[in-house]
């Protein structure tokens, strides 16, 4: 399974990107997906994850109100709607594929597939 991220780039405080993560090669629309984040210099964290159907969604406190996870599996793509961002959101955004359809979390033991990553940038 390939998973690809799009959507980054710079963006002032209180701006919005929606970032796209389409899988090709494999299994997708029986997978929960997850969305995490590095900052320079911090630990990779959870933002946001999906299970298969769309049916559950959940978010990081620091997200939550702000950002929104959807998906499209006629496209075999996951968004992540990103608003009102903050420098604090700036990031390398990856999405990851779970082992499960409706196990998903914080937990990056759960995913077996990572994208390479996309670049988020908020200035102040």
């Known amino acids: 399974v390939q998973l690809v991220e799009s959507g980054g780039g710079l963006v002032q405080a209180g701006g919005s990107l929606r970032l796209s993560c389409a899988a090709s090669g494999g299994t997708f629309n029986s997978n929960g997906i997850g969305w995490f984040r590095q900052a320079p210099g911090k630990e990779r964290e959870f933002v946001s994850a999906?299970?298969?159907?769309?049916?559950?969604?959940n978010y990081a406190d620091s997200v939550k109100g702000r950002f929104t996870i959807s998906r499209d599996n006629a496209k075999n793509t996951v968004f992540l709607q990103m608003n009102s961002l903050t420098p604090g959101d700036t990031a390398v955004y990856y999405c990851?594929?779970?082992?499960?359809?409706?196990?998903?979390?914080?937990?990056?033991?759960?995913?077996?597939?990572w994208g390479q990553g996309t670049q988020v940038t908020v200035s102040s």
């Open positions: 999906i299970t298969y159907n769309g049916g559950s969604t």
């Open positions: 990851a594929r779970s082992r499960y359809p409706t196990i998903v979390g914080a937990r990056q033991t759960l995913y077996d597939y």
